[in-house]
């Protein structure tokens, strides 16, 4: 999180953290101004990025800009350390910023991520990058960015329960699973796409700082620590997390969020933590689930 | 009716450039009473109705309305929260093309529900027990609340829209030529439903039409425009049956086809 740059950092061909200190400055004002309205989403001049939309530019912009060669960087997507978008962002990270990076969730200080919030409860001076695709919440129903802006200035917010009534009248229950809406500090409504609703509660009063960059649609918000994060619902059909029946099947946790993985040709599967640090570290430490011996045997 | 007018308008004038929408309006409106502003295309109603509902931002003049707690305020002083709030909540307006006041992508429900939900109700069950009452009160059977109204005829939509915006008991309603784009025999049964709806309701409703029948039948006052101005108005059965501008007359003895 130091903002010092070390003028020696023998990378000729990029500045620390890639983007240039104006742009990182410009970036860390919009960042600013997001954590002191929190929800609010922060126009952002975004830049390109050497590498597509959807790989979570807007996250990279915002680790870019607050990174510090003291930092520990965590990078995950759908819970795991090791997928395709992840190490590729990690790699960059390393390449540009030569920063020490990390699978444990306790030691990072910058964890970026698409999708999940790590099970392990985050600590006050971790920060907590989420990649964002689309940021308005409101845009399903209305299209127009004029309105949908004078909505969020009225706090004008009865569509957002226009969108879950339709969600009960054709499924008999509210279905959205993912990129829940929340309300935060009791003022904007904002979607934390694109997590699963199971992660919204996290959210709530965390003690680490949560960023959102969306990078195609030019935006920033935040979360600060401690913040109020209520998630959107009816009296009669109250927000409720996805529950799982079985505990994973690798390191017996419960009441974490579960992947389903398929292991053979004849229907064989298993569910098992979606978050690959929590798993590992579980069984580190010497728990084990019903299906552990006999996935190890497998590989 | 009480002894306070509703909305009190005041020299409305609303030019586009050097082009006159309308010019120099005024006129007051009672509580439960039903305006019919007429004129041939182009008179200005429109424009006109739409700066009195503060859609649109007349060039000069002022609009006073009587709030519910009987304060009266100047609408175009209003904050535009507040206005916002009047507008769906105190009001209605009702579009010609149903496609415009409607959400055409979610059910009939939850158009009906919208309201509501906006003004902080967060009960579903009892969201969509109002929206079943108010289908039934506009002849929408029950079974379609889950349709979209994509699926429904120009005079379904119709009465969906109207249902829409009276669904939080609006005291006063705007419609712009409500029956415009519908058959015949669909308009007679719509008009027989609004009139029934305002009588109940005790709704003040201002109806901008060309159909000096529509005007017949659900006004109790009217306003003839012609080039922006209102060259005649009076009670609707003395304009229609003795009309005094030569060009009323014009219009009544349907010389002019509007
Ligand atoms: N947005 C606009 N820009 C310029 N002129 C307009 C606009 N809207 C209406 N007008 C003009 O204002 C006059 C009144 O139009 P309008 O209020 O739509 O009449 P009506 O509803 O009686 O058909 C017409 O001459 C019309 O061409
Ligand atoms: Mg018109
Ligand atoms: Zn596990």
Redesign the interface.
Known sequence: MSPEVPSDSGLATYNFAYLDEQTKRMIRRAILKAIAIPGYQVPFASREMPMPYGWGTGGVQVTASIIGPQDVLKVIDQGADDTTNAVSIRAFFQKVANVAVTTHTKDATIIQTRHRIPEQPLAEGQVLVYQVPIPEPLRF?EPRETETR?MHA???Y??M??KL??D???NGRISKTYAYPVKVAGRYVMDPSPTPKFDNPKMHMSDALQLFGAGREKRIYAIPPHTEVVSL?????PFEIQSFDKPCALCGAENVYLDEVILDDQGGRMFVCSDTDHCEDRRDHGHAGAMLGRQEAAE | MSDTPLLKVKSVSKFYGQRIGCKEVSFDLWPGEVLAIVGESGSGKTTLLNCISTRLLPTTGSVEYTMRDGSIRDLYHMG??ER?FLMRTDWGFVHQNPADGL?M???A??NV???L???GN????N??ATATDWLGRVEIDADR??DAPRAFSGGMRQRLQIARNLVTGPRLVFMDEPTGGLDVSVQARLLDLVRGLVNDLGLSAIIVTHDLAVARLLSHRMMVMKDGHVIEQGLTDRVLDDPREPYTQLLVSSILQV
């Open positions: 129903l004078k009225l706090e004008e009865g569509l329960h226009v009534y339709e009960i009248a054709h619902d009816f009296e009669d059909h | 535009e929260a916002r959400r992508t979610v059910s429900g939850a529900g919208e309201r939900m906006a003004v967060r009960h579903y069950g969201i969509r609340i889950d």
